[in-house]
């Protein structure tokens, strides 16, 4: 075999086309890794500070059904004005569950703005704090118990989330200091698809639907006025454009052997060989 330069060429390219087809069996592509960070910023120092949005403290409206939980030395004044409290409603769906469950009577709010309290009768208190309407039920019940202690929560506030979370459902918003990061926590996380750069937010407020968005990524997220959930507030999660949905299955015939899916690779490689046989044989 005469050692020149054009037959070692030849070789060179042979050999790399050998090894370009023998590598190339890889057939899945492997994806980019997901991204799933949050709070990212330009500025990496700890202890680090933001600014946060002051939650809107809630009040009681027309159709709010409150709690009102009475304790004084009467017991037999405590269980009358308890009785919504112990008594319950069969439901569809509540705490975030699917499915039957139950929840308390509670005191309605009517069209008024007022709820009827045995001992007391009507009192006003739309437009009120919880805080504030402990206080005016505290005085009303001090004429005819003995310090009493008063307690009002809301039992029909709440809010939903939907889209890539693991846990989609309507959960019980207990207080106005719940914020977004613990409704999703609520909700098990996003799923590996669910974009965290675009969280909407649909609000109702001052008679509009309005639809915020919230960027989990940024640390600008504890400043947004959507921080802090409101009640009825609907929470939705969109999805990265990884994420599709699966058709539905399709009669296949039975899948070749590995050694025909592979035979055309085999079929190059000794095709190849025959080449460089033959051209060191001359």
Do not use: W
Request: hydrophobic share 40%; aromatic share 10%.
């Amino acid at each position: 075999m005469n050692d020149n330069p054009t037959k070692r060429l030849l070789f060179f390219c042979i050999a790399a086309a050998m090894s370009f087809q023998f590598f190339s069996c890889k057939t899945a592509q492997q994806l980019p890794p997901a991204r799933l960070e949050y709070f990212q910023t330009d500025n990496p120092g700890f202890p680090a500070y933001v600014e946060t949005f002051v939650p809107q403290v809630a009040q009681i409206q027309k159709d709010d059904i409150l709690a009102v939980i009475v304790s004084s030395l009467n017991k037999e004044s405590n269980e009358i004005l308890n009785f919504t409290n112990i008594n319950t409603l069969p439901v569809s769906v509540f705490s975030g569950n699917v499915g039957g469950g139950s929840q308390p009577l509670g005191y309605s709010v009517d069209s008024s703005g007022s709820v009827v309290i045995p001992l007391i009768g009507k009192v006003a208190l739309g437009g009120l704090t919880l805080q504030k309407a402990e206080e005016k039920i505290r005085v009303e019940l001090e004429k005819s118990i003995k310090d009493p202690v008063v307690n009002v929560r809301f039992m029909n506030h709440k809010f939903s989330i939907l889209g890539e979370v693991s846990a989609v459902g309507t959960y019980n918003l207990l207080d106005e200091r719940t914020t977004i990061l613990e409704a999703i926590a609520l909700a098990g996380d996003l799923t590996m698809f669910g974009k965290r750069d675009s969280v909407t937010v649909i609000r109702y407020a001052g008679g509009k639907r309005e639809i915020g968005k919230v960027n989990l990524r940024d640390r600008s997220v504890f400043s947004s006025p959507y921080f802090y959930v409101r009640n009825g507030d609907l929470i939705y999660v969109e999805p990265t454009k990884d994420k599709y949905l699966p058709l539905p299955p399709q009669p296949q015939a039975a899948p070749p052997s590995l050694f025909l899916q592979r035979a055309p690779i085999y079929l190059g490689l000794i095709s190849t060989l025959v080449i460089l046989v033959s051209l060191f044989t001359r």
